[in-house]
């Protein structure tokens, strides 16, 4: 992970029993240990992910399926980050 570029990540939880786990924080909250920052959520449907990586892109949908009516909703939410190669500037160090 590079300071200066995002790292893109993945979290999805759709579908299970509704009550076991709901989402704590709003859109937008960032971790304080890691700087990760919720982006959206969804807390009123159900739904699954569909993600695509090629060469140069990792890119994915969220089709949202509604609870009580059943209505589907492709492309609820997209996203879409580079996957090609990122390069250290010189004397640069990367800790994993």
């Known amino acids: 992970?590079?300071?200066d570029q995002p790292t893109g990540f993945l979290r999805a939880g759709h579908g299970g029993y509704h009550n076991l786990h709901h989402i704590n924080?709003?859109?937008g909250t960032a971790r304080a240990d890691t700087?990760?920052?919720?982006?959206a959520s969804e807390r009123k449907r159900y739904g699954y992910v569909t993600v695509s990586v090629d060469h140069k892109k990792i890119s994915g949908s969220m089709t949202a399926v509604g609870k009580e009516d059943g209505n589907v909703e492709a492309d609820a939410d997209t996203f879409e980050y580079s996957s090609e190669a990122l390069?250290?500037?010189?004397g640069e160090v990367v800790s994993l």
């Open 35 to 39: 700087g990760a920052t919720l982006i």
């Open 25 to 27: 924080v709003a859109d």
């Open 1 to 3: 992970m590079l300071a």
């Open 87 to 90: 390069f250290l500037p010189d």
